[in-house]
């Protein structure tokens, strides 16, 4: 089961960020999802590098770094 099946109606926010760009601030939204459904978070970032990204959720547990799985049940 992955964390974001965890509870009913979980709540994430998703933000995205460029490691040492200059002014890019996060912009974030609230996306809740039902347990068993999928929530598809997406991230934009201008002149990006490279620079891997990570999704967190309130608790500041890594979801997923770059493309990789973070937190798993």
């Given amino acids: 089961m992955?964390?974001?099946?965890?509870?009913h109606n979980n709540s994430l926010a998703?933000?995205?960020l460029s490691k040492g760009a200059q002014g890019q601030f996060?912009?974030?939204?609230?996306?809740?999802?039902?347990?068993?459904?999928?929530?598809n978070l997406t991230c934009r970032v201008d002149h990006n590098d490279n620079t891997s990204l990570q999704?967190?959720?309130?608790a500041q547990q890594?979801?997923?770094f770059g493309d990789k799985k973070g937190l798993l049940s």
């Fill in 55 to 58: 999704w967190s959720n309130p």
């Fill in 62 to 64: 890594t979801l997923f």
């Fill in 26 to 39: 996060p912009i974030v939204q609230n996306v809740t999802v039902t347990e068993g459904s999928t929530a």
């Fill in 14 to 16: 998703r933000s995205w």
């Fill in 2 to 7: 992955h964390a974001l099946d965890q509870n």
